[in-house]
């Protein structure tokens, strides 16, 4: 059973940095050809994908985030995290890792885990 979990600050201050790991358990980060990647839906707008990292450690980014994320890999915590730069309160979401399957759709989800950007 492949299990995700999201951790990190749930309050983060406007023009700091988000920073948020998601832990994955019953399936290494690296096995072919499954892709890690972040989700947010900020309060009352739809899901917005943001980026992903594959199996082979490259990464992949929503055009309009790319300026501000990165997405990198521990490997041997099994662990990947996202980054997001220069945070303003429209980043206020629930953020969200989730596995992309061979047809690079969302198989496995964490719940999410709530960020306000806030003073």
């Known amino acids: 059973q492949v299990q995700l979990q999201e951790s990190g600050p749930g309050l983060v201050k406007p023009s700091q940095t988000l920073s948020l790991t998601c832990t994955v358990s019953?399936?290494?980060?690296?096995?072919?050809?499954?892709?890690w990647s972040w989700t947010r839906q900020p309060p009352g707008k739809g899901l917005e994908w943001m980026g992903a990292i594959a199996y082979t450690g490259s990464t992949h980014y929503s055009p309009s985030l790319k300026s501000r994320t990165s997405i990198s890999r521990d490997t041997s915590k099994n662990q990947f995290t996202l980054q997001l730069r220069s945070v303003t309160p429209e980043d206020t979401a629930v953020y969200h890792c989730a596995r992309l399957n061979k047809l690079r759709i969302g198989d496995y989800w964490g719940q999410g885990t709530q960020v306000t950007v806030s003073s």
């Open positions: 019953g399936e290494s980060i690296t096995t072919r050809y499954y892709y």
